[in-house]
């Protein structure tokens, strides 16, 4: 079983939809959950974190973290063309190193 | 600085030869990460540093990687006799590590070709 488990892409949503990203992870006494986009080519950019059980909004981004379900998740309202990247979810089971899922690939449809 | 920096973005070398890679820090972050992508997606922790002090170590592959940080200096990592499976993108990010603040943020990346 992989660490960090993200919902397999490619995603395609129309400009303006929701996109909704999925998570899990195996390490049940992981502290710190992080969301990154990462454009090809480019290096990974932090968009949101979340510590604490619940959700976390920032502008059109809300993170949702279940810790009893090992489960964390990204929203991103009012999808942009400029959103199309790929979406990594980290999880720091020490908080010294980061474990990455796969990544989602998401497109975002003019 | 306010980005991590790293040098240089490209670097080729041949089966056996050395490569050496260099990060520099977000001025005032006292923990860096190194991490290598192979593949596009797959990120690989390697090595994790508290100042000049190593961390974690749990992911080098020690007969031939090795890193530093030393005061002063930017941080590096050194690959002696490189294989083709080491050509990779390799990420330095760095951490403040303040109070409930464990956010890393990452550097440019240098692509290593071996051939």
């Known amino acids: 079983q992989k660490e960090v488990e993200q919902n397999s892409g490619p995603l395609s949503v129309p400009e303006g939809a929701i996109a909704s990203l999925n998570c899990t992870y195996s390490?049940?006494?992981?502290?710190?959950f992080f969301w990154y986009r990462q454009y090809s080519g480019k290096s990974p950019e932090l968009i949101m974190f979340?510590?604490?059980?619940g959700d976390k909004e920032d502008g059109r981004f809300t993170a949702q973290l279940n810790k009893a379900s090992q489960y964390v998740s990204l929203l991103i309202r009012d999808s942009q063309p400029s959103d199309s990247a790929t979406y990594l979810c980290?999880?720091?089971?020490?908080?010294?190193?980061?474990?990455f899922g796969a990544g989602t690939t998401v497109t975002v449809r003019a | 600085g306010e980005e991590v920096a790293q040098t240089p973005k490209h670097l080729v070398r041949g089966e056996g030869q050395k490569a050496k890679l260099y990060c520099a820090p977000i001025?005032?972050?006292?923990?860096v990460f190194w991490y290598q992508q192979v593949l596009k997606n797959e990120f690989k922790f390697l090595i994790s540093?508290?100042?000049?002090?190593?961390?974690?170590e749990t992911g080098m592959p020690k007969e031939r990687f090795s890193a530093k940080c030393l005061p002063n200096s930017p941080c590096s990592l050194e690959i002696q006799a490189t294989k083709l499976e080491d050509s990779a993108v390799y990420f330095c990010?760095?951490?403040?590590?303040?109070?409930?603040?464990?956010?890393?943020?990452f550097g440019p990346g240098t692509r290593l070709t071996v051939t």
């Open positions: 990010a760095s951490s403040p590590r303040i109070t409930n603040s464990y956010e890393q943020y």
């Open positions: 390490d049940r006494g992981s502290q710190s």
């Open positions: 001025k005032g972050h006292s923990y």
């Open positions: 540093f508290q100042n000049e002090n190593v961390f974690d």
């Open positions: 979340i510590y604490s059980n």
């Open positions: 980290a999880v720091s089971p020490n908080d010294y190193k980061l474990s």
